[in-house]
């Protein structure tokens, strides 16, 4: 019976499509995945969304202006097949974590300070180094809608719209003067978003942010019990201090303690009093653990499912790869 479902995976290993035999019933083929840990591979080929029947196919070039759009399509999309695409991707995180310099540099109270000034050198360097990085980022958003071939999906993905997001406070300050407009500061925020386009650089955080989605069952419960608990603990702490600890003069704080507590951040800023409220805290202590770990080990069990699951696909690559060369 489970012939069929072995020479399913064994072609997925030749070929890298993993279907499901029509005379196989899914009672039987989908265990038969799952014993082989390949479910994730499995709702991968036939989620509608990514499955290739959905896809708009890339156009064979045919001329030497085509071939050169596949070929920088390739270094933007898969950076580390190739050493201009490591390069490439050696740069954009360079102006990443240099436009996030910048920005906590500018923070300091001596340097502000000194950018009041726009003709000192400070100023000067700070100024030409924002204006680099910027204009990489914009090249990069106006490269990737020059040569992929679907652009309305390009510009439907959220990824497009945080990178847009991210350059629009430069051009936004070119024509508006913003220390006048003190409202307008807020928007400079927008440039610590420039970290999360390391989540699309990195296939590793890309798994974290997939775990994280397809996880949301658990957390929502986790969401749930945290609230139920906060709730009922900072209440019944309120009680239990009342009349017996200045720093707890309403139910509010009581909630504050609750969520330090149970988050075992533990600031030290409200702390129980009487012996009452310390025998609660060291029980309400030991049960927020507990209502803890429970979802973060569902969690923690779909992190590995998900990254078996890719080492799968990158073990099959590298072996197609190398036999192909």
């Not at 990489?136 to 990737?144: A, G, H, M």
């Not at 009680?239 to 609750?258: C, M, R, T």
Request: charged share 20%; hydrophobic share 45%.
């Amino acid at each position: 019976v489970f012939l069929p479902c072995v020479e399913s995976i064994f072609d997925f290993y030749l070929y890298g499509k993993l279907y499901q035999p029509a005379t196989l019933p899914s009672e039987v083929f989908l265990p038969c995945v799952e014993f082989f840990r390949m479910m994730v591979v499995f709702e991968e080929a036939n989620d509608p969304e990514t499955s290739e029947a959905n896809t708009t196919p890339v156009p064979v070039a045919t001329n030497r202006l085509g071939r050169i759009r596949q070929n920088m399509l390739n270094v933007l999309e898969n950076p580390s097949a190739s050493k201009i695409g490591r390069i490439y991707g050696w740069c954009d995180l360079f102006c990443i974590f240099l436009s996030i310099v910048l920005m906590m540099f500018e923070t300091d109270p001596r340097v502000a300070l000194i950018l009041e000034d726009r003709t000192s050198t400070v100023f000067l360097v700070c100024y030409v180094l924002e204006t680099i990085t910027v204009i990489y980022f914009t090249f990069d958003i106006i490269l990737r809608f020059s040569v992929t071939y679907e652009k309305l999906r390009f510009m439907k993905h959220p990824a497009t719209w945080l990178d847009i997001f991210t350059v629009a406070p430069y051009y936004l300050e070119l024509f508006i003067d913003v220390n006048k407009m003190k409202s307008l500061k807020v928007f400079r925020i927008a440039r610590i978003a420039r970290v999360l386009k390391l989540i699309k650089k990195n296939k590793r955080l890309l798994l974290i942010a997939t775990v994280l989605s397809q996880s949301i069952s658990e957390l929502s419960m986790l969401i749930i019990v945290w609230s139920m608990c906060v709730l009922v603990a900072g209440t019944t702490f309120y009680y239990i201090e009342n009349g017996h600890n200045d720093s707890v003069p309403s139910g509010v704080e009581g909630l504050w303690w609750a969520v330090v507590t149970m988050s075992t951040v533990g600031y030290g800023d409200i702390y129980p009093n009487t012996w009452i409220g310390k025998v609660f805290a060291t029980v309400f202590f030991y049960i927020s653990m507990v209502f803890l770990a429970l979802p973060l080990t569902v969690i923690v069990g779909a992190f590995s499912k998900q990254y078996e699951s890719k080492n799968v696909l990158g073990t099959k690559s590298k072996s197609a790869h190398n036999e192909s060369t």
